[in-house]
């Protein structure tokens, strides 16, 4: 196995010592595989995903954020900053990464 340093917010961080204290787990390494094992087992699409990836060409920095902006109902954005303020994301754009990410899994798997 390797080593790989993460980041979780406080909430995460809380809910996995929780399972650990319980019992669900041993260690917190290990409920975060089978977190991660879970993740990857519910993307039946993921090879499609890869493989749309791999035939992609993007000549900018991959690390390098790309700025979007569109107008939305202030009730959206209202509902958003909740999510932020509940600790729920750590900030809008991690929601917006989030919802565009789940958005274009649901695509993919309906064109497979």
Excluded at 10 to 16: H, V
Excluded at 44 to 55: E, F, G, H, T
Excluded at 57 to 67: A, C, I, R, S
Excluded at 75 to 85: A, Q, T, Y
Aim: net charge positive.
């Amino acid at each position: 196995m390797k080593r790989m340093p993460i980041n979780l917010r406080e909430t995460q961080l809380k809910a996995i010592d929780s399972l650990v204290e319980s019992g669900f787990f041993p260690n917190r390494s290990e409920a975060i595989r089978y977190a991660i094992d879970l993740l990857i087992r519910s993307m039946p699409n993921l090879q499609a995903v890869l493989k749309i990836s791999n035939d992609f060409e993007y000549d900018g920095d991959p690390k390098e954020p790309t700025l979007i902006s569109f107008k939305a109902p202030k009730i959206l954005k209202e509902l958003i900053r909740k999510f932020v303020k509940a600790g729920i994301y750590s900030n809008i754009s991690e929601f917006m990464r989030d919802s565009v990410r789940l958005n274009l899994q649901k695509l993919l798997e309906s064109i497979e």
